[in-house]
């Protein structure tokens, strides 16, 4: 797998300031911020602070340091947004999965019933 990462991606711009974002949580190792065109009441991307193309390049590469600091990323945003009826974690990975923002970011959507998973193809 190719995990060649592009230092130019919008996240990556974040991460160093160079464009604004609604913070919702940092930590040494990740930042949760809202999503720029939420598709619910609660969106928040939780992306690593390092630089990982996708969900399966930070589980395999990440070091525990890191992956702790998201996770417990994930667990301030569940605590502190209103999704305690519930909410969905999703990863658009690759072409495949639609990826538009080569960073890993993990979506925690919520706030209101999701429906079924995925709509048929
Ligand atoms: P995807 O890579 O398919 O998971 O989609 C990228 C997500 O990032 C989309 O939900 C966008 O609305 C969101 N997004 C793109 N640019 C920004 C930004 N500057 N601030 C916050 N969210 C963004």
């Known amino acids: 797998m190719d995990f060649t990462y592009d230092p130019e991606n919008i996240f990556a711009k974040i991460l160093r ?3 604004p974002n609604d913070t919702v949580y940092e930590n040494d190792h ?49 605590r502190g947004e209103a999704v305690a009826n519930g909410f969905r974690a999703l990863s658009n990975t690759r072409r495949d999965g639609v990826q538009e923002v080569p960073h890993f970011h993990l979506h925690i959507i919520g706030g209101r019933p999701l429906g079924r998973m995925l709509s048929p193809a």
């Not at 390092?50 to 301030?76: I, N, T």
Request: aromatic share 8%; proline share 10%.
């Open 30 to 78: 990740a930042l949760a911020f809202r999503d720029i065109n939420p598709q619910a009441p609660v969106h928040v991307l939780v992306i690593p602070k390092g630089p990982y193309v996708s969900l399966d390049h930070f589980a395999a590469e990440a070091a525990p340091e890191e992956q702790l600091g998201f996770m417990a990323a994930v667990a301030e945003v569940c």
């Open 17 to 19: 300031g160079e464009i």
